[in-house]
């Protein structure tokens, strides 16, 4: 069976006395000067910081620390990881499954009733996306999405078959959602038909399946708005309030907990991995097994789970630590961090290579220097407790947040060749890329900023916006970048998904990682404070297998 090969990626920030300059945005057609990466020391005056978080070498140097916590797993406990689906006969089985599901496919669009034949695609369509396994049906699901839009009515939209006298709201909100993810043109106009005269929803509050699972789907279409789609911000506030009202009423237990992951984790923090494993124990509750094709799902969503985790824990396997041999010039702090530079841009460099048939070594290496003389403005912003306007610490920190070159090996290593103008379109200097470090960074710093005053971070997001509006306070610059985030976001979803001549496999990589970033910093600083939540969904999507 083929299978996605995932491929580790290296990101490292390198501490170091630094020299003054003035503070100033990083700009992208500068060519940094390299002699920064090594600097002559020299004394800075610096402000006051917590010296709990300040370590002393033997040659009386002090540096600041982050604190951080020891790594939740050490190289023996990774290593002894078993890889129970590593042997053939599970990707053998698999393979097997995949061709069945792939005739029930076939079947729908022979013997389906008119009744419900759009609803019964559309559900099929969001089953097996949601179990993880979509990609193995990519012909299946065009087939079943073009036949659904045929009959898609951005007025109106549609009923559960071709021969509906109207339109209903599961439906219409379930095909609203997936067709807009498969970059179908969809508008959000035709909500307004499930509006009363006042502009207001229109509910029975019967707690019934089918409008608890109406509610739902409007609920999560209204998460892949646009800018300027209040029919979307609409439905987004009446759906939320409304589930969250009827949650703790509601007798299926399956049914509340795809509510209860659905409000948790949205859109933009739901990642597919975690999706598959929680929504493989609520479809194995919900569904009965004498049902073929719900049987058959099951079975190879759970085969495909954990045939993917064998190779993830591989991979954790083979980045637990790099020969050190040749770095024993290099001082201790230093020796691990710029093997895993190193190596991971050369790395990169080669994937890339045989599958873009040209030499990316030097287009790699720039955006590294890009990015290290971000952090270059940074460290001179700490030495001399220099607080910049939220414009420029934005502009800056859309680098330094690292988002661009820890994503260009995913990019550059797709199966098929990239040409310079579509990586441009995704790269920088796309609006798509910029987008998505600027809201990784305005999500980064609503968690981390206490944390990294500690540190003597001085400059972030909330401290830049109050030194713009001074008379705010703290819980108006955190609404404010919240709301900043939101709006964002929306852009971001058109820029993700709009019509355009750049393939949405080579968009996705770079979207789908920012996803799992933005569920690391959901609730806390997930990365540097991992061993609460962090540690539960590693564990949940990487290291215990579904049972089987």
């Not at 859309?398 to 441009?424: A, C, E, H, W």
Request: include cysteine; glycine fraction near 4%; hydrophobic fraction near 35%.
């Amino acid at each position: 069976m083929s299978l996605p090969c995932f491929k580790p990626l290296a990101s490292t920030l390198i501490g170091q006395k630094l020299p003054l300059h003035k503070p100033s945005s990083i700009h992208h057609d500068d060519k940094p000067s390299l002699t920064k990466l090594y600097p002559s020391r020299r004394r800075v005056a610096r402000m006051p910081i917590n010296m709990a978080l300040t370590t002393t070498d033997e040659q009386g140097i002090t540096r600041r620390i982050g604190n951080h916590h020891p790594n939740l797993w050490d190289h023996d406990f990774l290593q002894s990881l078993p890889k129970s689906y590593d042997a053939p006969c599970y990707g053998e089985r698999a393979e097997k499954v995949i061709k069945e599901i792939k005739g029930m496919f076939n079947a729908l669009h022979l013997n389906s009733s008119s009744a419900d034949d759009l609803y019964k695609r559309l559900s099929m369509v969001d089953d097996v996306e949601r179990l993880g396994i979509d990609r193995h049906f990519q012909t299946e699901i065009k087939a079943a999405l073009d036949y659904v839009y045929r009959y898609w009515d951005d007025m109106n939209g549609i009923g559960c078959g071709r021969e509906s006298p109207c339109a209903d709201l599961n439906t219409t909100a379930l095909g609203f959602r997936i067709l807009r993810l498969h970059r179908y043109g969809v508008s959000s106009g035709m909500l307004l038909q499930f509006k009363d005269n006042d502009g207001q929803f229109l509910c029975s509050n019967t707690l019934s399946n089918e409008e608890l699972r109406s509610i739902l789907n409007l609920y999560r279409a209204s998460l892949i708005a646009f800018p300027k789609e209040q029919d979307l911000d609409d439905a987004k506030a009446f759906s939320t309030k409304y589930l969250k009202q009827v949650l703790p009423n509601i007798n299926n237990t399956n049914i509340s907990k795809e509510i209860k992951y659905n409000l948790e984790y949205g859109w933009h923090t739901n990642v597919p991995r975690l999706e598959a494993r929680t929504y493989i124990d609520i479809y194995g509750d919900a569904k009965t097994t004498n049902n073929i094709y719900n049987s058959k799902l099951l079975e190879l969503a759970k085969l495909d789970f954990n045939m993917i985790q064998s190779i993830q824990q591989r991979e954790l396997q083979i980045v637990s630590r790099w020969d050190l041999a040749f770095m024993e010039a290099l001082p201790e702090f230093m020796k691990v961090a710029f093997k895993a530079f190193d190596e991971g841009v050369r790395s990169m460099a080669q994937e890339a290579e045989k599958t873009q048939e040209r030499d990316k070594l030097n287009y790699a290496r720039k955006a590294w220097e890009i990015c290290i003389d971000s952090f270059m403005v940074e460290a001179t912003w700490i030495a001399t407790g220099y607080i910049p306007s939220l414009e420029e610490y934005l502009e800056n920190g859309k680098v330094s947040f690292g988002y661009r070159v820890v994503t260009l090996q995913p990019l550059l290593s797709l199966d098929v060749p990239i040409n310079d103008d579509i990586i441009k379109e995704i790269d920088y200097p796309s609006k798509f890329n910029d987008l998505l470090c600027l809201t990784l960074r305005l999500r980064g710093d609503t968690k981390t900023f206490k944390a990294e005053v500690d540190r003597g971070e001085l400059a972030s997001g909330i401290a830049c916006y109050l030194k713009d509006n001074p008379r705010s306070t703290e819980e108006d610059a955190l609404e404010y970048l919240n709301s900043l985030i939101d709006e964002k976001l929306k852009e971001l979803n058109w820029e993700y998904l709009k019509p355009d001549n750049v393939p949405i496999i080579s968009k996705y990589h770079k979207y789908a990682l920012s996803k799992g970033i933005q569920l690391l910093y959901k609730e806390r600083d997930g990365i540097s404070v991992s061993d609460i939540q962090t540690k539960k969904l590693i564990t949940k999507a990487m290291i215990e297998p579904v049972p089987i």
